[in-house]
C-alpha cells in the first residue's frame, strides 16, 4: 500500500515539555499511536501562547515551546502552527478591544518579531502562524465581539499582525504563512464571520477548526422527514450528522436559520477559491464524548471532512487532527481509546493509502430475493410471505448511506460494507411494492438505482360460495353459478371430492358461472378459489348428485351422447340396453365412420351422426351408401384443429371422391381454418361449416369473406384467443358474417385505437345481427367509459389538464361520427391552446419565442406520441437549454457549472422551474451570497447589510447580469441605492421609492400597516419567522382586495400592498429569520 495521504497531516498529541520525563513520554505514546494507526508521522504539530499568561511573558512562553518542540523526538521534525493569541486573559490585562488598538498601533511588535525568533532559533525555518484563532466564538480570548467598532479594531489588529509577522520572518530567514483562524460554528455572537475577512493581502491562507460537537437547531431528521424524539435518536442518523456539519444552521425550512450568524466550512472553501487561497484544517475533531451533544464513536464527521475537502478542488495546506478520548480529554483519538469506530475512520479517509480526488456516487441492486414466493408461480413476485431481501453495490466516499425506498416511501437503511456492497431485508406489508435503492454520499450527492420489479403481497384469502346447482340427471349436465370475493387473478375450480373437474369462467360483477356432463355416479361439487399468491377459500359442499351415463330422454326419443370407441366396444351392451323391448326410438351421435352400419342396424334407431376424418369416412364409403340418407347425417372433422390446414389439396381430391360417391347424403364440415372458408363451402354437399378463428384472423379474411358469393350457410363461428368463446351464430352466408364482423372491427381500431377483443366481438356483431344500425355502434363505442378515458388521457398528454364538460362533449361527438382517436390527438396538438403551451414552455424553458421549424417539430410529435410533460423534458435536457444553464453558472456564479448542480437544475427546470426562476435561485444561494459579500468588501471595504446583500442579490437576479456587472454598478452608483425602511409601530402607512428596499417588520410591534409603491420586481419584506415559516406557508394567506395584495399574519397584524396584484408576489419578495 501506498505511504502516500490525500492531504498533509498533523496532530496535537499534547504539548511537549522538555523538563518533564513523563510528559514527554505520554507525547511519545500518542505520536507512535499516530504512526501506526495512520501509516505515516505528523508533518505539523499545533502549539500555542498562552493567553492566560501577561503579555509580557509570551514570548519566554514561545521560547518554552519552541525548545521543547525541538528536543522532543518526532516533534523536532515537524512544522509548528502556533496560535498566537490578540488579547490575555491574565489578571489585571486590558479589554480585548484596548488589545486590539494597541496591537494595530505596533505597541507589541516586539513581541511578535521575539517569538518568531524564538522559534527560529530553535531550528523551524517553516512556521504558520495563526493570529486570534477562533476569534468568532465568544470563548475566545481573542473575541472579536459583535460591536461594529471592536471589530473594526479586531480587523486592524490582524492586518498590522500579519505585517509584523511578514517582516519578522524576513529578517529571520523563515518562510511563514500567516492563517486567519475562525472556527466553524452554527452561530456567532459576533454576527458575520466574513465580515471579519482582513481582505486578501492580509491572509496567506484561511485556516477553520472543525469539530462534530452539535447543536442542531431542531431535530429534523434529514433521513426520514420528520422530528426525531431526542438528540440521541436524531444523531444516530449518520445523514443528520453529516447535513448539520454542512450546514450547521439549517431548519426543514431554511438552510441558514441563524440569520447570517452561522459560519461553514463550505462557506470557507468558497471564499478560498474567491480569493485564490489554499485552505487549512487547523483543528479537527470529531467531539468530545463527555460533552452530551456529539456520538462517542461515530466515523461520519471524519467521512464528511475527507468528502468536503476531497471535492473542494482547492489546495489544502494540512489536516490537524485533533480528537477526544473515551475520558473527555482533547488530543489524538487511539483505537485504544474506545472509539475504534473513529479511529478506523480517521485511517481509512486521511491515513496513507487513503483515496483522493472528487468521487460521484452509484448505486446498484443486484439481486431482489423473495424468501418464498408462493403460489403457482415461484417467479410471479406475486406471494402471501413479504419478506424480502435485496443486495447490491455501492461506490463514492466512505460513509455512503443507502436508503431503500417503496415508491416515495423510506423503508429503511440497509447495512453497506467497507467493500463497496450492500444488503437490505425487510418484511414488506399487504400491496404492491416497487423497491428501489438510494444513496446518500456525506456531501448529500445522490445517486438512485433501477426499479426493480414490482412484488405483490396478498395475505387476505379469497372467499368463494356457490350460489346455485342446477342439475339434470338424464344428461348428467350441471349448472353451477357462485360468487367470488378476492385479489386480481384469482381463479375458481370445481371439485368433485378430490377430482377437479375444471376451472370456472367469471365475469366483472363478482360471479362466475361453470357447465359440464357429470358421468354416471355420485358426485359432491364445491368450488376452491386460489389468488395468485396461493392463498385460497373453499365453498360448502353442495348436495350429492347422481348421474346416468350417455343419453338423453325426450319424450319417447332417446338421444344416446358418447364416443365411438364406447358403443364399438361392447355391442351387446348397447343391444341388451335399448333393444326391442322397449318402446323407444334412438338418435346416436358421435359414431365413428366404421361403426355406423351395426348400429344403424339396432331395433329403433331413427337417426345416427357420423363425426369422422375424411379419410375414414372414405374408407367406409361402401358400408355407408347402404345406410338409408334419412337416418344417416355426416360431419367431417380431424379431431379439433383446422381441416385444411395441414394439406388442402389432399382434402379437396377426398372431398371430391366423397362426392361422387355419397351424393344422396349432406355433408357438414367442423373446424374449417377462416382462409380455407370459402372454398370449402364451394363443395358439393357442404350444407353448412362451422369456422374456428381469431380476431387476427377474422380480420386478415374479412375482405375476402366480403366478396363470397355461395348460399351455403356458415353454422357458427368460433372465436378462440386463449380460451375459446364458442357459439357466435347468426343465420347467414359467410359474406353475411362478414358485414356484421366488419364494422365492429373498424370501429375499435378507430374509436379505441386497438383491436376488437373477442369477447366485444360477439356482443356487437350479435346487437347489429338483431337490428342495430351501424352509426348506433359507433356513437355507442364513443360514449362508452373507455373511449371516455381515452379522451380524458388525450388531454392530459396533449395540453396537460383535465378535459372540460363542453371540450369532451365535443370530441365525443366527432369522435363518434367521423373522427379516430389518431384524428383527435392531431386536432387538439395544433389547436390553440396546445400551441400555446408549446410557446409557454420555449419561454419558460428556453427564455425565448418559439421558432417556426421548432414549434411545427413539437406539434408534430405531441400529435403522435410525445405528452406536454415529455416535450418540456427534452427541451430541459436540449443542448440549447444546457447551455443556457451553463450561461447562468459563469455569469451569476462566475464559475462552470459542476455536473450534481446542472443535474439538479435540469430535473427542476424539466418539472416546475423556469430559466428565470433558477437565476433568481442561484443569484440567492449561499454561494452567491459569499461572492456577493466578497464584491461589497472589497468596493466599500466593509461587508453589506442585510438590505444591502438583498439589493446586490436583485442586482445579479437581473437578466443579463454578472458578478462583474454588479461590481461595476456597485464601483459606479455606491450602496446609496439600498435602503431599508423600518415602519413605526401600530398601524403606520409607509412609501416605496425608486431604489430597491427592504421593509423591515422584525423588529416593531406593527399592526394593520399599508405599503404604497411596493415594486414586486425589486422590493422586499423582512418577517421573523415566528410570524410565517416560510413563503409556502405564507402564500396561502396573501389575497386580493381593493386592487391590492393583503398579507393576513394572524388576527391583529396584516400588511397591505396597495396596486399589488397577489399574483406577482413570489419568494424572493420575503425574507423570513
Known amino acids: 500500500m501506498s505511504n502516500k495521504t490525500p492531504f498533509p497531516l498533523g496532530a496535537f498529541l499534547n504539548s511537549p515539555d522538555g523538563t518533564d520525563p513523563s510528559a514527554e513520554t505520554a507525547y511519545q505514546v500518542n505520536y507512535n499511536s499516530f504512526v501506526q494507526l495512520m501509516g505515516t508521522a505528523p508533518a505539523y504539530i499545533d502549539s500555542y501562547i498562552d493567553y492566560g499568561q501577561p503579555i509580557s511573558d509570551w514570548v519566554s512562553n514561545a521560547s518554552f515551546q519552541a525548545w521543547s518542540t525541538a528536543v522532543t523526538p518526532g516533534a523536532s521534525n515537524a512544522i509548528p502552527v502556533i496560535g498566537l493569541p490578540m488579547a490575555s486573559t491574565a489578571a489585571g490585562s486590558e479589554t480585548p478591544d484596548q488589545f486590539f488598538k494597541d496591537f494595530a498601533s505596533g505597541k507589541y511588535d516586539s513581541v511578535i518579531n521575539s517569538s518568531v525568533e524564538a522559534w527560529a532559533v530553535c531550528g523551524f525555518k517553516t512556521q504558520y502562524w495563526r493570529p486570534g484563532w477562533e476569534f468568532n466564538l465568544s470563548s475566545s480570548a481573542s473575541f472579536a465581539t459583535s460591536d461594529p467598532q471592536t471589530q473594526s479594531d479586531w480587523i486592524a489588529a490582524f492586518q498590522h499582525i500579519y505585517t509584523e509577522l511578514h517582516q519578522s520572518a524576513q529578517q529571520y530567514g523563515v518562510n511563514l504563512q500567516v492563517l486567519w483562524n475562525p472556527s466553524e460554528t452554527n452561530w456567532s455572537n459576533a454576527g458575520s464571520t466574513l465580515g471579519l475577512y482582513p481582505g486578501n493581502n492580509y491572509t496567506d491562507c484561511i485556516a477553520v477548526d472543525v469539530y462534530a460537537d452539535m447543536y442542531p437547531y431542531s431535530l429534523y431528521d434529514w433521513g426520514i422527514g420528520k422530528t426525531d424524539t431526542s438528540f440521541q435518536q436524531w444523531a444516530a442518523n449518520p445523514l443528520n450528522v453529516e447535513h448539520y456539519l454542512q450546514d450547521p444552521a439549517a431548519t426543514q425550512w431554511t438552510l441558514d436559520g441563524s440569520g447570517g450568524r452561522s459560519i461553514s466550512l463550505a462557506q470557507l472553501i468558497s471564499l478560498a477559491k474567491q480569493d485564490g487561497k489554499p485552505i487549512a484544517i487547523a483543528e479537527a475533531g470529531a467531539g468530545n464524548s463527555a460533552g452530551g451533544t456529539d456520538n462517542t464513536d461515530d466515523p461520519a464527521f471524519v467521512n464528511w471532512l475527507a468528502a468536503e475537502l476531497r471535492s473542494s478542488n482547492v489546495t489544502v495546506e494540512f489536516v490537524n487532527i485533533w480528537d477526544s478520548n473515551a475520558g473527555g480529554s482533547y488530543e489524538f483519538s487511539q483505537a485504544g481509546d474506545g472509539k475504534p469506530n473513529e479511529a478506523a475512520a480517521w485511517a481509512a479517509d486521511f491515513g496513507a493509502g487513503a483515496p483522493s480526488g472528487p468521487q460521484t456516487p452509484t448505486v446498484a441492486i443486484t ?57 437490505y431485508t425487510t418484511t414488506l406489508a399487504a400491496g404492491s411494492h416497487s423497491l428501489y435503492a438510494l444513496a446518500i454520499d456525506p456531501l448529500f450527492e445522490t445517486a438512485t438505482s433501477d426499479t426493480q420489479p414490482t412484488i405483490t403481497v396478498e395475505t387476505t384469502p379469497p372467499t368463494v360460495a356457490i350460489s346455485s346447482q342446477n342439475f339434470t340427471q338424464a344428461t348428467g349436465a350441471v349448472a353451477l353459478t357462485g360468487t367470488l370475493a378476492g385479489a386480481s387473478g384469482t381463479t375458481v375450480e370445481i371439485v368433485d371430492g378430490t377430482s377437479v373437474l375444471g376451472n370456472a369462467t367469471l365475469n366483472n360483477n363478482g360471479g362466475w358461472s361453470y357447465s359440464t356432463v357429470l358421468s354416471s355416479g355420485s358426485h359432491t361439487l364445491h368450488a376452491l378459489a386460489v389468488d395468485l399468491a396461493g392463498n385460497s377459500g373453499v365453498s360448502a359442499n353442495e348436495p350429492q348428485v347422481v348421474g346416468l351415463d350417455g343419453f338423453t330422454v325426450n319424450g319417447s326419443v332417446i338421444t344416446v351422447q358418447s364416443t365411438p370407441a364406447l358403443i364399438a366396444s361392447d355391442e351387446a351392451i348397447f343391444n341388451n340396453a335399448f333393444g326391442t323391448s322397449y318402446n323407444l326410438s334412438f338418435v346416436i351421435a358421435d359414431v365413428a365412420a366404421a361403426d355406423a352400419t351395426s348400429i344403424a342396424a339396432q331395433p329403433n334407431v331413427t337417426s345416427l351422426t357420423v363425426s369422422d376424418t375424411a379419410n375414414d369416412v372414405l374408407n367406409n364409403i361402401t358400408a355407408l351408401q347402404s345406410i338409408t340418407p334419412q337416418v344417416l347425417s355426416i360431419y367431417l372433422t380431424d379431431g379439433g384443429t383446422p381441416l385444411l390446414a395441414t394439406n ?103 374509436i379505441l385505437d386497438r383491436q376488437v377483443d373477442p369477447a366485444g366481438l360477439i356482443s356487437w356483431a350479435s346487437q347489429l345481427a338483431d337490428g342495430m344500425p351501424i352509426w348506433q355502434l359507433r356513437a355507442d363505442l364513443a360514449t362508452s367509459p373507455e373511449a371516455q378515458s381515452d379522451l380524458e388521457g388525450l388531454y392530459q398528454t396533449v395540453l396537460g389538464r383535465s378535459a372540460d364538460l363542453g371540450g369532451l362533449a365535443g370530441w365525443t361527438g366527432l369522435l363518434g361520427t367521423n373522427l379516430s382517436l389518431a384524428e383527435v390527438r392531431a386536432d387538439l396538438a395544433t389547436a390553440p391552446e396546445a400551441q400555446s403551451d408549446l410557446e409557454g414552455l420555449y419561454q419558460t424553458v428556453l427564455g425565448r419565442s418559439a421558432d417556426l421549424g421548432g414549434l411545427a417539430g413539437w406539434t408534430s410529435l405531441l400529435g403522435t406520441n410525445l405528452s406536454l410533460a415529455d416535450v418540456r423534458a427534452d427541451l430541459a435536457t436540449s443542448p440549447e437549454a444546457q447551455s443556457d444553464l451553463e450561461g447562468l453558472y459563469q455569469t451569476v456564479l462566475g464559475r462552470s457549472a459542476d455536473l450534481g448542480g446542472l443535474a439538479g437544475w435540469t430535473g427542476l427546470l424539466s418539472t416546475r422551474l423556469s430559466l428565470a426562476n433558477i437565476r433568481t435561485d442561484l443569484a440567492t444561494s449561499v454561494e452567491a451570497q459569499g461572492d456577493l459579500t466578497a464584491i461589497f468588501r472589497n468596493v466599500e471595504g466593509r461587508p453589506p447589510g442585510i438590505a444591502e446583500l438583498m439589493g446586490t442579490e436583485g442586482l445579479l437576479a437581473a437578466n443579463g447580469a454578472s458578478l462583474g456587472s454588479v461590481e461595476a454598478s456597485l464601483s459606479h452608483n455606491g450602496p446609496s441605492g439600498f435602503a431599508t425602511i423600518t415602519p413605526s409601530t401600530g398601524n403606520a402607512t409607509v412609501a416605496a421609492s425608486a431604489g430597491p428596499e427592504v421593509f423591515d417588520f422584525t423588529s416593531i410591534a406593527f399592526g394593520y400597516d399599508t405599503i404604497t409603491g411596493f415594486n414586486a420586481a425589486q422590493d422586499t419584506i423582512a418577517l421573523t419567522q415566528a410570524r410565517a415559516e416560510n413563503f409556502a406557508t405564507l402564500e396561502a394567506n396573501i389575497t386580493g382586495i381593493n386592487g391590492g395584495a393583503l398579507i393576513t399574519l394572524d388576527a391583529s397584524h396584516s400588511i397591505l400592498l396597495s396596486g399589488v396584484a397577489p399574483s406577482s408576489l413570489a419568494a424572493p419578495n420575503f425574507r423570513f429569520v
Open 367 to 423: 439481486a431482489q430475493t423473495l424468501a418464498q414466493d408462493t403460489g403457482a408461480s415461484a417467479t410471479d413476485l406475486v406471494t402471501s410471505i413479504g419478506a424480502v431481501t435485496l443486495a447490491g453495490t455501492v461506490s463514492g466516499y466512505n460513509g455512503m448511506v443507502v436508503e431503500v425506498l417503496d415508491g416515495t416511501t423510506l423503508l429503511g437503511n440497509a447495512t453497506v460494507t467497507g467493500s463497496g456492497t450492500w444488503s
Open 648 to 750: 388442402e389439396a389432399a382434402f379437396l381430391d377426398n372431398l371430391t371422391a366423397f362426392n361422387k360417391i355419397v351424393s344422396a347424403h349432406t355433408v357438414q364440415v367442423l373446424d374449417v381454418r377462416a382462409a380455407d372458408a370459402p372454398v370449402v363451402l364451394s363443395q358439393p354437399n357442404v350444407t353448412s361449416i362451422s369456422i374456428d378463428a381469431t380476431v387476427d384472423t377474422i380480420q386478415a379474411n374479412l375482405g375476402t369473406w366480403l366478396q363470397d358469393q355461395h348460399s351455403q350457410p356458415v353454422a357458427v363461428i368460433n372465436i378462440a384467443d386463449g380460451a375459446s368463446i364458442v357459439g357466435f351464430s347468426i343465420a347467414g352466408t359467410l359474406s353475411g358474417y362478414a358485414s356484421i364482423l366488419s364494422p365492429v372491427v373498424a370501429d375499435y381500431s378507430n
